[in-house]
């Protein structure tokens, strides 16, 4: 009888568990956003410049519009130099898309130097390829389209942001920071929207890669994590391509599920000398 009850109990106790880590995962996780801040480049170096990095917003009904004025206020609060944004702004465009919203949330984001985008693969979807680049046009960004943008310092020094069409339903130009004027760049930092896709680009055609699409995998467990095409072999943080540093975002909004466990939505720092 004693057995019986223990079990019985382990069993509600495992319910309750269950219940309160499903509450957490809707509830609390996907609201939970955070900065994450990471040293690179040379540390003796008196250049510095700061580029915050953002991806797959997927303005959804679960991730609305109006939850967008705390992400902007975290992003201006680390007076970035640079912002970039690697692709996603909508979740399913066809389904649910306020504009006017979103551009003026976009607006707000301040950046000494510049704004930049690339296109996702659900930027392409539903309808979104004939609205997105004016959203963020209106919204102070530059779309980026197999295209390179140098961004000049004061005391002379050059940056040189690259922006891949999207691997999925795009026509990315792997070879686009091959120029000789890419090169001697101060520092080369390459925008895509699918990770695995850096496995195609030549041998250190860039300093930092900055990628998203896979959301961290959401749901992060000691046996299992969810992955998506052509975010299968690198999901997120730091990894080395081809000798360049690959970073790969966790995302802001959700995918599929409007769920996150272990993976809360991110905005990540990188304070960069040259």
Not at 27 to 35: A, D, F, M, S, T
Request: charged residues 25%.
């Amino acid at each position: 009888m004693k057995i019986i009850k223990r079990i019985v109990l382990l069993i509600l106790l495992l319910l309750v568990l269950a219940g309160l880590s499903a509450a957490y995962a809707v509830k609390i996780e996907p609201y939970r956003l955070v900065v994450h801040d990471y040293q690179l480049g040379k540390e003796t170096s008196n250049t510095k410049f700061k580029v915050v990095h953002i991806s797959d917003i997927q303005v959804s009904e679960s991730y609305t519009e109006n939850r967008l004025d705390k992400l902007v206020e975290k992003i201006n609060s680390q007076s970035p130099d640079i912002v970039v944004f690697t692709g996603d702004l909508y979740d399913n465009y066809a389904v649910y898309h306020p504009e006017k919203k979103v551009q003026r949330a976009l607006a707000g984001i301040h950046a000494k130097y510049g704004k930049y985008a690339v296109w996702g693969n659900r930027d392409y979807g539903g309808g979104a390829m004939r609205s997105y680049p004016d959203i963020m046009k209106k919204g102070g960004f530059q779309l980026l389209t197999n295209e390179t943008e140098t961004v000049r310092l004061p005391n002379g020094r050059k940056i040189c942001i690259g922006g891949l069409d999207d691997v999925l339903f795009g026509k990315p130009d792997y070879t686009l920071m091959d120029s000789a004027d890419i090169k001697n760049c101060d520092y080369r930092i390459l925008m895509l929207h699918e990770p695995d896709a850096a496995d195609r680009l030549p041998a250190q055609n860039a300093d930092l890669i900055l990628a998203g699409h896979s959301h961290g995998g959401q749901v992060k467990l000691p046996f299992f994590k969810m992955k998506t095409s052509l975010a299968k072999k690198y999901t997120n943080g730091f990894y080395s391509v081809n000798g360049m540093k690959l970073f790969v975002n966790t995302g802001i909004g959700t995918s599929h599920y409007p769920v996150r466990f272990f993976v809360p939505p991110e905005i990540d720092v990188f304070h960069i000398s040259i």
